[in-house]
């Protein structure tokens, strides 16, 4: 069935240092794919997201990288700050906005 | 301009109870979205209107839950019946034209109920 998971729960990191938070998905059908970061207590928050067509996208100090061979998606972070702190989620675009979510990596940075 | 914006923030209610969660979307969005989040675990897709067409409503988990939308703008998902594995935060978000994928999320409804 439809399925976006993590390989890693948690994550700490030294700030300063590169974050890299990956996803496995299982829909080869899905066009478009993203990542949100979400604090505490509030809504997730849009990071970026690229199109099942490209194979990299680079926004500020973030970018992600799509590996359609093996299903992989992963977010790095540059120097990595600790208003990075969250979870980050990645999801997939099956059908027009339907987003399917994965379970969520929480992102400890240490100052 | 105003993000989403939900009401209300929290919501207790006693198993059996009929609640409305509310979801007022950013101005001009033509898509929204319901989803629900359960303690430390990923978003589960519940409903989206898109326009003028009908909703998907694959992802309500059962017929006591069901979603309005008035004049494309603000939302109302109401659970008649809750019960305690209705416990979770309920998320809108909304999108605009053209990129239904770029959803902005509200702070979402904490549902409890005893």
């Known amino acids: 069935g439809e399925s976006v998971g993590l390989h890693l729960p948690t994550l700490s990191v030294q700030e300063g240092d590169n974050s890299i938070i990956n996803c496995a998905y299982s829909n080869s059908a899905s066009d478009y794919f993203i990542w949100y970061k979400q604090e505490s207590g509030k809504g997730p928050q849009f990071i970026i997201d690229?199109?099942?067509?490209?194979d990299k996208r680079q926004g500020q100090r973030v970018t992600v990288l799509l590996n359609k061979t093996v299903k992989h998606l992963s977010l790095q972070i540059a120097a990595t700050q600790p208003g990075d702190s969250a979870v980050y989620f990645c999801?997939?675009?099956?059908?027009?906005?339907?987003?399917?979510f994965g379970q969520g990596t929480e992102l400890s940075v240490k100052p | 301009g105003a993000g989403v914006s939900q009401s209300p923030s929290n919501k207790v209610t006693e198993k059996g109870k009929d609640v409305e969660l509310r979801c007022d979307p950013i101005s001009g969005h033509t898509a929204l979205y319901w989803y629900r989040q359960s303690l430390g675990q990923g978003l589960e897709f519940l409903i989206y209107f898109q326009g003028n067409s009908a909703p998907d409503k694959s992802g309500l988990p059962s017929d006591r839950f069901s979603a309005e939308r008035t004049g494309g703008s603000v939302s109302t998902l109401t659970i008649q019946r809750t019960q305690q594995e209705d416990s979770a935060v309920y998320l809108c978000?909304?999108?605009?034209?053209?990129?239904?994928?770029?959803?902005?999320f509200g702070p979402g409804t904490r549902l409890t109920v005893t």
């Open positions: 978000a909304s999108s605009p034209a053209g990129s239904a994928y770029e959803q902005y």
């Open positions: 690229i199109r099942s067509n490209m």
């Open positions: 999801a997939e675009n099956i059908k027009g906005g339907k987003l399917i």
